[in-house]
């Protein structure tokens, strides 16, 4: 999740995209780049530094020749290639003719390198979004029309992009396209304006326009036409913006925990992205040795927090699918226990920030211990990327909200994935029951925006327990990790006695504290632990336990247990822990909310743990 701007005309191009690019720092910050047009030439500068990045770009963009009219601008939120200032944006074709800005995932970009490679064409990056300014690079040969030109490309991508194209060649010219990402556009006077969101354009027009997939957008100074892949004309509607900076950057949504939960389905379907080459699992970033991963003969996976609940998740998918032992370890007991592992032992560190210092300095041990490690992360180029041998990239887009949503689910995600790559190598499924869990992770995005938008149930909820001291999360088998993540957020955000506890271990100590006036949230997925559930539920009931589940749309009888049912659309029984965290974001968030906490930044956390 990138920001992208661009502006034709006026005689502020650049100062109007560094700018606008200070306000999507939002939406990534990991490098920045600002291409600028005027007459026959294009002059770009690109900078990669940090959460500085932005200034960085500024620093640079003092020597930009003046009265450049044209330009594009990028904040980039890796994905595809390091962090790094060759991997910034904007990417040159060959010639350094042709300037691109691009946020999504190109699918296809492999076999489309290898493709303009065999042409001729020299790679700077090691992005997805090079190979669109050289498929430009070839196109504009045809007729050298910028607008044609984008339309012969369009149908050769697959995936999700909102990209904006200037070229040496085209003075007074932007295009722009859109597929799934976002895109809009605005024009005041003489100047138009394109946008990834809302804040690009702030101050800058009262109203946008909303492109529409495979349509293309004619930027010129104060005139935008908008042509479909035909070329005949569109006409969009104007919306009016009403929202300030602050609700601009939150995307409407009022507060970051809410965008990021509403941000699940595109976070998923980007983990998923690109995933099959050929008929087989494709983890490109992984870089392991395949006879390393063929030979290994246990895993381990250690996270903290939400990180580790994601862990245990994946340690059912990699025991069922790739019929290896794992064992899932909180990162601070590991790094001081003598746990056994060796050269055949896969060890994973589960980290959103890729920084927590007990997750790093675990890889390290087991690195030196002669372990392959994995790291799984959500920042490229993090530092736990750097200590492992190989890195699967969650792409959920940043994540400022302390309490981790999107980010979770992209981690489990990325585990199974994983499992389902190792159950390729040993062969311990075929071709079609690794096809039918691909199928099944697939099916996440449309289900989970289902999810998203379905918050009444847990808001109704929040108001009848809200009051309650004492919670219980229970579930069992994939349940079980579920209810320890529950019970963090609710503890998180909320700042209630909350408890993940394994169902079945519940007579062994726990049930003595039920009684009236206690909560039990109770996780039920399909399966041979749901009737267990049904008589852990029965028991808790008897006790005078209010009782909420988490169920499937298909489980009737949780209906005469509990007293309150958040529903989840039926899926396979290993991608439903992805689903079954959502309404217990949703219910923790309500309940903060009633107590009018700040979500986003509870008490005594922080996002990112570095010191011990
Ligand atoms: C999750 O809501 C928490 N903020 C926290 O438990 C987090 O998951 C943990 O600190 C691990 O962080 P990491 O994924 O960046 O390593």
Same mark, same amino acid.
């Given at each position: ?5 661009g502006?034709?005309?006026?005689? =502020? ?5 560094l ?25 770009? &500068? ?25 330009g594009?601008?990028?904040? =980039? ?17 060959? #010639? ?10 190109i ?23 090079? @190979?669109?300014v ?17 339309? =012969? ?6 995936? &999700?992009f ?9 003075p007074?010219? @932007? ?36 492109? $529409? ?36 950057? %939150?995307?409407?949504?009022? /507060? ?17 992205a ?12 992984? /870089? ?6 063929r ?9 903290? #927090? ?55 300095? &675990?890889?390290? %041990?087991?690195? %030196? ?20 041998? +190989? ?22 995600? &990325? ?16 071709? $079609? $029951? ?5 199928a ?11 999810? @998203? ?12 327990v ?35 506890y ?5 007579k062994? +100590? ?7 006036g ?36 298909? /489980? ?12 989840i ?16 974001q ?27």
């Amino acid at each position: 999740m990138c920001g992208i701007i661009g502006v034709v005309g006026g005689d =502020r191009a650049l100062a109007t995209i560094l700018e606008g690019l200070a306000r999507l720092e939002y939406r990534g910050y990991d490098s920045a780049g600002v291409a600028l047009q005027s007459g026959n030439e294009l002059w770009s &500068a690109r900078a990669a530094d940090g959460t500085r990045s932005v200034e960085a770009l500024v620093e640079r963009c003092t020597n930009a020749p003046a009265n450049m009219t044209v330009g594009i601008g990028h904040t =980039r939120w890796a994905t595809h290639g390091n962090p790094t200032e060759v991997n910034a944006h904007p990417h040159l074709d060959c #010639g350094n003719r042709i300037g691109l800005i691009h946020n999504g995932i190109i699918e296809n970009h492999s076999e489309l390198r290898e493709h303009l490679q065999s042409l001729g064409h020299g790679f700077r990056s090691a992005t997805d979004t090079e @190979v669109m300014v050289h498929l430009m690079e070839e196109e504009l040969k045809i007729d050298g029309d910028l607008v044609q030109a984008t339309r =012969r490309m369009l149908p050769q991508l697959r995936g &999700a992009f909102a990209v904006a194209i200037i070229s040496a060649d085209h003075p007074n010219q @932007v295009v722009a396209a859109r597929r799934v990402s976002p895109l809009i556009v605005g024009s005041r006077d003489d100047v138009s304006f394109l946008g990834s969101d809302i804040p690009a354009l702030m101050g800058h027009v009262d109203e946008v326009y909303a492109i $529409e997939e495979d349509h293309v957008v004619d930027l010129r100074p104060g005139t935008i036409s908008v042509t479909d892949l035909e070329g005949n004309t569109v006409h969009v509607e104007p919306v009016t913006i009403t929202w300030d900076i602050e609700v601009a950057e %939150k995307g409407g949504f009022k /507060d970051f925990m809410t965008k990021e939960i509403h941000e699940q389905p595109e976070a998923i379907a980007a983990t998923l992205a690109d995933r099959t080459r050929d008929g087989f699992v494709a983890l490109d970033e992984l /870089d392991l040795d395949e006879e390393d991963l063929r030979t290994i003969d246990k895993v381990v996976i250690i996270g903290c #927090g939400s990180s580790y609940h994601a862990g245990l998740v994946g340690k059912f998918a990699i025991e069922a699918w790739g019929k290896l032992p794992t064992e899932v370890d909180i990162a601070s007991e590991f790094r001081y226990r003598d746990a056994i592992f060796d050269a055949s032992t896969l060890v994973v560190g589960v980290s959103q920030s890729g920084e927590t210092i007990d997750t790093l300095e &675990a890889i390290k %041990k087991a690195k %030196k211990s002669g372990s392959k490690v994995i790291a799984v992360s959500n920042i490229v180029g993090a530092s736990m990327t750097r200590e492992a041998d +190989g890195t699967i990239y969650t792409r959920a887009g940043l994540e400022v909200s302390v309490a981790s949503t999107k980010t979770v689910l992209a981690q489990v995600v &990325a585990l199974e994935l994983l499992a389902l790559r190792l159950a390729e190598l040993r062969g311990t499924r075929s071709a $079609e $029951e690794i096809a039918e869990a691909m199928a099944d992770l697939q099916a996440l995005p449309a289900a989970l925006t289902q999810l @998203v938008d379905a918050s009444e149930g847990p808001e109704a909820i929040a108001d009848a327990v809200g009051d309650a001291q004492d919670f219980f999360f229970l579930g069992r088998h994939l349940g079980f990790p579920v209810a320890l993540e529950g019970a963090l957020k609710l503890k998180e955000i909320s700042y209630l006695r909350a408890e993940g506890y394994p169902a079945g271990e519940l007579k062994h +100590g726990p049930i003595a504290l039920i009684e009236p006036g206690v909560v039990v949230v109770a996780i039920v997925l399909s399966g041979p632990m749901a009737e267990k559930m049904y008589s852990n539920i029965a028991e808790v009931k008897a006790r005078g336990a209010t009782v909420i589940c988490v169920a499937e749309d298909s /489980d009737h009888i949780v209906d005469s247990l509990a007293d309150y049912v958040l529903r989840i659309p039926d899926v396979a029984e290993l991608v439903a822990p992805v689903l079954a965290m959502v309404p217990l974001q949703q219910l923790a968030y309500a309940i903060a909310q009633a107590k009018g906490f700040d979500v986003d930044r509870p008490r005594n956390l922080a996002k990112t743990v570095t010191v011990e």
